[in-house]
């Protein structure tokens, strides 16, 4: 054999190896080609299910959102509106305003003292508003107006108050006689920062 004939032999193998790899390819892609109809019919059909539950969990977080009272719809908020429902829960009363604290009372060394922080509906020939310094012999019929207040709502709901007292003797005075009326927002002993 010549070397002439030895580079045709060569020539042939390295062709008909050439030929069976497109073969092979060729049959392979036509298998696929033949697959994409069923894949693309399925993965539209995965897209669909896939939209149906993302619509669904939307819906449950919209909601979500209107059942806690949330500004928006990330976590953080849907978060923070839920710790707030919490809170009021824990209350046992409602709220009867978004501003709720409605007096600081102050209890010092005996003397006792209310400020009204808001204006409050009265029924009488008495105005209770916003600023008004109480007297001692006012404190008693403001209560009783709060009082009166609360059995005309319907659910009963409760003020805040805060409190400002010097000693452990006004401390356990003023709470026993304010958390009748009111939840306590602020305690703070006189003098204290």
């Known amino acids: 054999m010549t070397l002439a004939e030895i580079f045709l032999l060569l020539m042939l193998v390295v062709w008909w190896a050439a030929g069976i790899d497109a073969e092979a390819k060729a049959k392979a892609a036509s298998v696929e080609d033949a697959d994409l109809p069923r894949l693309v019919k399925s993965l539209k059909e995965r897209l669909h299910e896939l939209e149906v539950e993302n619509d669904e969990l939307h819906r449950r977080v919209e909601h979500l959102r209107e059942i806690l009272g949330a500004r928006g719809k990330s ?19 409602p709220r009867c305003r978004n501003e709720n604290v409605l007096v600081e009372a102050s209890v010092i060394n005996g003397t006792e003292s209310v400020r009204l922080l808001q204006d409050v509906a009265s029924t ?9 310094e109480l007297t001692r012999d ?31 003797s006004d401390y ?10 009111f939840y306590a927002a602020q305690l703070r ?3 204290a920062r």
Do not use: M
Not at 124 to 132: L, N
Not at 149 to 166: A, I, K, M, Q
């Open 189 to 191: 002993q006189a003098g």
């Open 75 to 93: 976590e953080s908020e849907l978060t923070e509106a839920f710790r707030d429902r919490v809170a009021e829960a824990k209350r046992g009363h």
């Open 138 to 168: 006012e404190i008693g019929s403001f209560l009783a107006a709060v009082r009166l207040f609360y059995g005309s709502r319907s659910p009963e709901c409760r003020f805040d108050y805060r409190l400002v007292f010097g000693s452990d």
């Open 124 to 132: 009488g020939p008495t105005k209770w508003t916003s600023g008004r």
């Open 172 to 181: 356990r005075y003023a709470r026993q006689r304010y958390e009748q009326y």
